[in-house]
């Protein structure tokens, strides 16, 4: 990272599009402080700098020359979780989550990527390293990982980078759910044929989401192609400012979806959705032919529980009974980016013997914010504690949610917390009551 | 300012509650009004009424002005940092100390979020019933010092009817205790109303005694609409003299209706002159019967459609439209002023149509809704501040709404303050004399003029 301040005037030479359209937008925000009730990072720092307000001004600023680009600049576009809970609340309809990202672009131009992320997202952009990677990752997981007497549960053994040593996270699979299936898994007589977008936390750690994925659609009679060759969707790089290598990881997967054949790709992961259903459309906004391609994958892309609720219609009479008390975290870009919140709902209830109980603020961001919590565990802990205080008052034994980040940091939550409920995927349990199902 | 003055900070709140890198200073530069912005020299996050009292010790001695300042949600500049100096950040202060159930008060620290002191005394079933727009987010130190209103106004007043009492700490760092529990209290000056709504200008206000009231049973909503404004501006002076005082009762003028329609689709006629809303509320068999004599007085003073609602949903629908009213005119254009110039009530119509007038003059856009009930206007202008061309128009536009609210007999601030944003109009409203008078108060609380320097009564 370079400690070279950069100018307004040296970043309009050198992006002056970008520079442009930013300073219509920015002019939007009134700065009537509205986003500050909803921001989770404000509500424990208390300070502008935090809330969108503050980081929209800063942009502003660096616009008309009268800050520079600073290690400080970047420290504070950073602290943001993207929960997009401003947005949503803001009176003008500033788009201040998407502005933040253009603000951690900025940055990314002028300063460089952070050397750690610069070191992954090195990474992931070539698929064959980083599948290696993480599969070895599984391999020899349990010498740098000590399990956790609970399922899915893991912590380090030895100090790494980026990881603080209490934290919680999961074990990288043995075997990456990839590698456990064939491409194509047949259905007699299929009704219908989906592309299934596994993502990263899906295909090398919660296998168990996708093989519930896998066995669900199987229960209704869906043929399901699992392209080997996709890839990470992109969207941790693209909210770190690098829009760049984010565009290359989009088209990638475009390019590999496009030579299937399928009526629908589904995803099981709020993140990964939104990347397909808006960021990709989104990255390619100056490029027609792709953007065209982009739109058109979009709209046959579903979130799981979406799917099967507004496509599939599943049949509830098939569902066993679930013995469980279920209460459910809407992860933010289930709640607020692909405003999908009802259909895993509607799925819970229709469980035999399942008792749902709504939490608090089941929608307020549980502090992960993807990667953010990497590099911001004390913050993320803190919005985090928010949300367990949440899941412990409902009395439920489950937690349900359909994020993979989330699920991974509200477990590492309730084990700081001394709780011991369980945290699985909405589709976990449907799973589970379709066995049920299935012995009656 | 000097290093060793940053440093004296940091001793009495501890290095990580001064902020001082230009990031931080810059996002303390503005509040919630357009145009106005000065860097401040450090950012000072106080816990306790001790450390603000050495603070001002250290700013009165070192004659360094000192901006407090809450959520920075205020819309007339009175927190912006002009001549630089410290600002007094009190978010950290922001416990509800009691709530006295025996005596309908609770005393709370300046940085509780008015809506925080709600959400607490909700289970108790009493209000603290005013409610500026911002209710989420403002806090209580700040709608003390700005005296803010909100929807309620016309039936419960404003803040400054329901402060009982402060802890103030004066601009030497001196400690002061005003006012109390006492709901009868007629001793000495009225110390406690003179602090409120001094915008900052007197002393820091550190606790706050608030009285509590009985939350509302029931409510009922109506919505009338009216082809004609002065039908409308009739049917506001009925209401009142049928002996009904709603708890709210809000108007919206054609350029907002038709905004309003345009962007939220609520169904409202966009040739109307004027919305109505109002709301009763209190004990159920009142209620109703407020109710029906509302309808009644609407439907007599020819309002083209009236509507009831009968349950929640209903009317939840019918403050969409009022709800839409800023959202919308916001959203026209980049920058939005938000002006509460106010009118005794019988002249809503005249100070409508008068606003209407100035847009057409200076060719500029202003919606105007508001408390007509209480006579409290917002006309609202939205313009591009970058466009200066548009700006010296929208400045003349503004000057004319002010000069014709103290015409019609009304004043500059229903409740948002003067700050710097009205300023220049003081002395039309107040002449020489009074606002001399004001200037002596200033000179003889703060005498080395340090306490947000300039504003509300100008250099002293």
């Known amino acids: 990272m370079s400690d070279k301040l950069v100018t307004a005037q040296a970043i309009n030479e050198h992006d002056k599009e970008l ?15 509205n986003c500050m009730e909803v921001c989770p990072i404000y509500k424990e720092l208390g300070t502008e700098t935090a809330v969108a307000r503050g980081k929209l001004a800063l942009m ?8 520079p680009i600073s290690e400080n600049f970047d420290k504070w576009m950073s602290k943001c979780v993207s929960c997009k809970a401003c947005t949503v609340k803001c009176p003008c309809g500033v788009p201040a989550d998407g502005l ?6 900025a940055a990314v131009k002028a300063r460089g990527l952070h050397p750690v992320k610069n070191y992954v997202f090195k990474l992931l952009k070539n698929r064959t390293m980083f599948d290696l990677a993480l599969r070895l990752a599984g391999l020899f997981g349990p010498l740098s990982f000590k399990k956790l007497p609970r399922p899915m549960a893991a912590v380090a053994r030895f100090p790494m980078p980026g990881l603080d040593k209490r934290r919680v996270t999961a074990p ?3 075997s990456p759910l990839r590698n456990r299936h064939p491409e194509v898994i047949k259905a007699d007589k299929p009704k219908l044929k989906v592309g299934f977008f596994t993502g990263c936390t899906i295909n090398y750690i919660y296998t168990d989401v996708g093989q519930a994925v896998i066995d669900v659609l199987k229960a209704n009679n869906i043929e399901i192609v699992i392209p080997a060759l996709q890839h990470c969707c992109g969207t941790p790089i693209y909210m770190s400012g690098d829009v760049e290598a984010a565009k290359l990881l989009a088209k990638h997967n475009i390019e590999v979806f496009e030579q299937y054949k399928v009526d629908y790709i589904i995803a099981a992961c709020g993140s990964c959705t939104e990347a397909w259903k808006i960021e990709f459309v989104e990255l390619f906004h100056d490029d027609p032919a792709m953007k065209a ?7 046959k892309t579903y979130e799981i529980s979406e799917f099967l609720v507004d496509v599939v219609k599943i049949d509830k009479n098939k569902l066993g009974p679930v013995n469980a008390t279920v209460t459910m975290h809407d992860p933010c870009h289930m709640a607020r980016g692909i405003k999908v919140t009802a259909q895993p709902r509607q799925l819970l209830k229709s469980i035999p013997g399942l008792q749902f109980v709504e939490m608090k603020e089941a929608d307020r961001c549980c502090g992960s914010g993807g990667s953010f919590s990497l590099g911001n565990y004390e913050l993320s802990r803190k919005i985090n504690d928010r949300k367990i205080a949440n899941i412990t008052a409902t009395k439920a034994d489950t937690v349900a949610t359909s994020c993979g980040t989330c699920r991974m940091h509200i477990t590492d939550g309730l084990v700081q917390n001394n709780q011991n409920q369980d945290v699985v995927h909405v589709i976990q349990l449907l799973d589970k009551a379709y066995k049920a199902g299935q012995k009656k | 300012m000097e290093k060793q003055h940053i440093d004296a900070l940091k001793t009495i709140v501890g290095d990580e509650h001064v902020l001082t890198s230009v990031e931080d200073l810059h996002c303390y530069s503005y509040d919630a009004t357009p145009g106005f912005s000065h860097m401040p020299d450090v950012v000072v996050k106080p816990a306790t009424t001790a450390e603000v009292a050495k603070i001002l010790a250290l700013a009165n001695t070192g004659k360094i002005p000192v901006y407090t300042r809450g959520s920075g949600t205020n819309l007339s500049a009175g927190t912006v940092p002009t001549k630089g100096g410290i600002v007094l950040l009190m978010t950290r202060m922001d416990k509800l100390i009691e709530i006295d159930t025996e005596n309908l008060v609770a005393v709370v620290e300046p940085g509780l979020i008015v809506s925080d002191l709600n959400k607490a005394v909700e289970a108790y079933g009493l209000i603290y019933p005013p409610d500026p727009g911002t209710v989420t987010t403002a806090t209580m130190g700040g709608t003390v010092s700005e005296n803010a209103g909100g929807l309620r106004g016309l ?8 402060v009982m009492g402060l802890e103030v700490v004066l601009a030497n760092g001196q400690v002061m205790n005003v006012g109390g529990k006492n709901v009868k209290d007629v001793s000495g000056y009225d110390m406690t109303k003179l602090f409120t709504g001094a915008e900052g200008t007197l002393g820091v206000i550190t606790r706050i005694v608030v009285k509590l009231v009985p939350a509302p049973e029931a409510r009922k909503s109506l919505m009338a609409i009216f082809k004609n404004l002065d039908h409308a501006g009739q049917a506001i002076a009925a209401i009142i003299a049928a002996k009904i005082i709603p708890a709210t009762l809000e108007i919206m003028d054609n350029p907002t209706i038709r905004t309003v329609e345009d962007y939220a689709k609520v169904g409202l006629p966009v040739d109307a002159e004027a919305v109505l809303l109002i ?19 609407l439907t007599a003073n020819q309002a083209d459609e009236v509507k009831l609602a009968k349950d929640a949903a209903e009317r939840d629908k019918l403050w969409a439209a009022r709800r839409a009213a800023l959202p919308a005119l916001a959203k026209l254009r980049p920058t939005t002023f938000v002006e509460d110039a106010t009118v005794p009530r019988n002249k809503v119509p005249d100070m409508i149509r008068a606003v209407n007038e100035t847009a057409r003059k200076y060719n500029v856009t202003i919606g105007t809704f508001g408390h007509a009930g209480d006579g409290n206007m917002h006309p609202t202008i939205v313009c591009d501040i970058r466009d200066k061309e548009e700006m010296e128009r929208v400045y003349k536009a503004m000057d004319e709404i002010f000069s014709t609210a103290i015409k019609l007999g009304g004043t500059l601030s ?12 003081m002395e039309d409203q107040f002449g020489p004399v009074t606002l001399e008078a004001m200037k002596s108060i200033k000179r003889a609380l703060d005498p080395n003029l340090i306490l947000n320097p300039g504003k509300l009564v100008g250099e002293c």
Request: charged share 30%.
């Open chain 1, 19 to 33: 520079l442009a359209d930013l300073q219509d937008a920015l002019a939007n925000c009134m700065k009537c402080g």
């Open chain 1, 60 to 67: 502003e600023a660096v616009l008309s020359g009268k800050i």
């Open chain 1, 100 to 105: 933040i990202v253009r603000g951690r672009q």
């Open chain 1, 172 to 174: 990288f699979a043995a």
């Open chain 1, 293 to 299: 391609r982009a739109e058109k994958l979009a709209q």
């Open chain 2, 155 to 162: 039936k419960y007043g404003v803040t400054k009817h329901y």
């Open chain 2, 279 to 297: 709301e009763v509320d209190g004990i159920p068999e009142v209620v109703e019967k407020e109710a029906a004599k509302v309808m009644e007085v």
């Open chain 2, 414 to 425: 229903g409740e948002h303050g003067i700050g710097l944003g009205k300023l220049k109009y």
